[in-house]
């Protein structure tokens, strides 16, 4: 599958199939030098794209300048690695969806490191997430414990924010390419872990964040952690589907407990009835890392 690698990396950036066709076309042909041979019909018909969509995909496929890309990527320190590269991150291998293609700016050991936390939380995060991440955070860095988060408001922020004052490592994943970082606030955050710590995207640099992109990405954040931290959520909220997926993919899901009339500890309180190990102290996420 090496060979495949520049072809994974043709493809993804044609337009017209979106991720679920690639998911289709790479799962159908190991070998992706088959695709370029194929009638329009074909692609189609393992694609299940409409007929416009799949002309736009046909025309890119044959056309589309990859090697400028890849130029203009390296020109901007902006680097990528295949699911089939030997540096591709082992947990993230192993999900049920993983990531074909993983854009990354920044310092790329981070990756490699471990053990990571995933810290994630309501966008509307409030004092008690802020209190308790403040507390725990230098804590977790003390033991080179990687943070990782989405870069979105509330409790991602503060999240990235405590670990680099803690002077520890972090790393961002975004839901969409590095040109649009998205809330427009965490574009100064957002260029300073690109200079020192690391972004991630599945999305190339120019396409810009979509609102399904957001719990897609999730399986992201879950999927390059040993475990994952939830402060505050709500039932069925994008932090909550992170959870499921945490858990669907065997991680450990810790929860901050929380009152029974707060409506943000609602998805916590719930999580934690269903098996997530509930955070009293920070010996209990010592003791789930193994550190």
């Not at 493809?11 to 042909?29: A, P, V």
């Not at 994008?238 to 959870?243: E, H, K």
Request: glycine share 6%; charged share 25%; net charge positive.
């Amino acid at each position: 599958m090496k060979g495949n690698r520049n072809l994974v990396f043709h493809i993804h950036h044609c337009r017209g199939i979106g991720l679920k066709g690639i998911k289709r076309l790479f799962e159908t042909y190991r070998d992706l030098h088959s695709v370029l041979e194929l009638p329009i019909s074909k692609l189609q018909q393992i694609t299940r794209s409409t007929s416009t969509n799949i002309e736009t995909f046909y025309k890119d496929l044959h056309s589309f300048s990859s090697k400028r890309y890849m130029q203009l990527y390296a020109e901007n320190n902006i680097e990528w690695i295949t699911l089939f590269d030997d540096d591709y991150p082992l947990l993230l291998k192993n999900v049920y969806d993983p990531p074909f293609l993983l854009f990354l700016k920044g310092d790329k050991k981070l990756l490699q490191a471990s053990p990571k936390l995933a810290v994630i939380g309501s966008r509307d995060a409030t004092s008690y997430t802020e209190k308790v991440l403040h507390t725990m955070i230098p804590e977790l860095v003390k033991h080179e414990i990687v943070i990782v988060s989405g870069l979105a408001k509330g409790a991602d922020t503060i999240a990235h924010k405590e670990a680099i004052r803690s002077g520890g490592k972090t790393i961002g994943v975004l839901g969409g390419g590095f040109q649009h970082i998205y809330p427009k606030q965490n574009v100064d955050l957002a260029n300073h872990m690109m200079a020192h710590h690391l972004l991630l995207s599945e999305y190339p640099p120019y396409i810009k964040p979509e609102k399904w992109h957001f719990p897609f990405r999730n399986r992201i954040i879950s999927g390059i952690s040993d475990a994952v931290l939830v402060t505050e959520a709500r039932k069925k909220s994008g932090t909550f589907i992170t959870a499921d997926y945490a858990l669907n993919e065997g991680r450990e899901v810790l929860c901050l407990p929380g009152s029974i009339h707060d409506p943000l500890a609602e998805g916590t309180n719930s999580l934690i009835q269903e098996g997530a190990k509930m955070v009293l102290t920070i010996e209990d996420i010592f003791s789930e890392l193994k550190v």
